[in-house]
């Protein structure tokens, strides 16, 4: 459960940085607002008593990015997605992994593999921003692909980022 919550840290970080970098948009919402969205998601968590809802406005609040540099979400995506990386070999290696099952088995492997290639982008995307001679503006588009997820598991749904050199910058 920890490798999938690092997992899904590590893309959502990857994502926000990629948008902030200009590389990605989000995709055009024509009949909701943000809040509406966020209702039809979270509305049905209010029945519970804990834990508590969290109204739209802290939200909005805990989630936007004011003074939050691209790198500092990119190095924060690498971070997490190392994490997956050691959590899968510490759970192979741990008393419970000799008794995983064969699709666990590749539902593990599908995530370190999701990770190591999202590993080798992010080290490229960080180098581009930050490193000798750094751009503005990474040389790059973006692009995600799911084609490893789907090769591992009938539930693996993260992304693999693809950097195809921008010839344009």
């Known amino acids: 459960m920890q490798v999938e919550r690092m997992m ?12 902030q970098l200009g590389m990605i948009s989000a995709p055009p919402a024509p009949f909701n607002s943000h809040r509406e969205r966020y ?63 064969e699709e666990q088995s590749k539902h593990l492997g599908g995530l370190g593999r999701i ?20 751009a503005a503006v990474p040389p790059f588009k973006a692009s995600w692909d799911f084609k490893v997820a789907l090769q591992h598991s009938d539930v693996l749904f993260y992304p693999c980022l693809h950097l195809k050199s921008d010839s344009k910058k």
């Open 115 to 134: 990770a190591a290639m999202n590993l080798m982008a992010l080290k490229l995307l960080i180098q581009s921003i930050t490193g000798p001679g750094a």
């Open 39 to 101: 209702e039809q998601r979270f509305g049905c968590l209010r029945q519970l008593l804990r834990p508590e809802y969290l109204p739209y406005e802290e939200f909005a609040q805990a989630s936007r990015l004011d003074g939050v540099a691209p790198e500092q979400l990119l190095l924060g995506a690498y971070e997490s997605l190392m994490k997956v990386q050691s959590g899968i070999a510490a759970l192979l290696q741990s008393p419970a992994g000799k008794s995983i099952r």
């Open 8 to 19: 899904c840290q590590g893309i959502l970080r990857m994502a926000m940085g990629l948008s």
